[in-house]
């Protein structure tokens, strides 16, 4: 996952996966247009069909929005100097966000 190819690989998979998905349902509507009725296990192809539409849409969502994160991560260790927020918004500590004594576990 650290490697610069990976969202490529994401992108590339999830497109292999939706035109996989994608040629099932052609096929299972052009077997349905033909003879009106569809092969045997058309309810489990047609749910395979679906999974692998959905599979492919995330992945390549995945691997666009992964590709898009990697390049903003890189213009802001540029522009900032590896900071998160180059900007400081009332922040002044990192302690400074959870002042109470009691912690979240402590079950009050």
Do not use: H
Not at 39 to 64: D, K, T, Y
Not at 94 to 107: E, F, I, R, V
């Amino acid at each position: 996952m650290g490697k610069a190819s990976f969202p490529g690989r994401c992108i590339t998979a999830g497109a292999f996966s939706l035109l996989a998905g994608l040629v099932l349902d052609v096929f299972l509507f052009a077997a349905w247009i033909t003879d009106g009725s569809s092969p045997s296990r058309a309810l489990a192809l047609a749910g395979l069909a679906q999974a692998l539409v959905i599979a492919g849409v995330v992945s390549a969502g995945f691997g666009v929005l992964y590709r898009i994160q990697l390049g903003q991560s890189a213009y802001r260790n540029c522009q900032a100097g590896g900071e998160i927020l180059p900007f400081r918004i009332g922040i002044r500590s990192p302690a400074a966000a959870d002042s109470s004594p009691l912690s979240a576990a402590g079950g009050d």
